[in-house]
Nanobody, 122 residues
Framework: QVRVVESGGGSVQAGGSLRLSCVAS????????MGWYRQAPGKQRELVAT???????NYANSVKGRFTISSDNAKATVSLQMNSLKPEDTAVYYC????????????????WGQGTQVTVSS
């Protein structure tokens, strides 16, 4: 079984910065990709940023140039540096570990963090 723990988040004024971190622990042979998603009240969960095991990144248009995703495959950690925060960034942020394999023969499974609140005031 894999355990995922998020940290970071909180409240900040518009223009401020926050950093989110997430770590997976347990029996991990490989991870296909890691990412961050968010869900605002009354809205569907949406992709914020992803990073593959090879280091390729993908960002939502709304956060490009402001957010930076980074990861450490060996430590099974993923972080999200959020700068120039806006009130519309307010949401619960979830980290995701895609296709976590316990062994070479294991197909893999998807794991989510528990979610952390980010609140940006104007």
């Amino acid at each position: 079984q894999v355990r995922v723990v998020e940290s970071g988040g909180g409240s900040v004024q518009a223009g401020g910065s926050l950093r989110l971190s997430c770590v997976a622990s347990g029996r991990i042979f490989s991870i296909n990709a890691m990412g961050w998603y968010r869900q605002a009240p009354g809205k569907q969960r949406e992709l914020v940023a992803t990073i593959t095991s090879g280091g390729s990144t993908n960002y939502a248009n709304s956060v490009k140039g402001r957010f930076t995703i980074s990861s450490d495959n060996a430590k099974a950690t993923v972080s999200l540096q959020m700068n120039s925060l806006k009130p519309e960034d307010t949401a619960v942020y979830y980290c995701n570990f895609d296709r976590v394999r316990a062994s070479r023969d294991h197909f893999g499974a998807n794991f989510w963090g528990q979610g952390t609140q980010v609140t940006v005031s104007s």
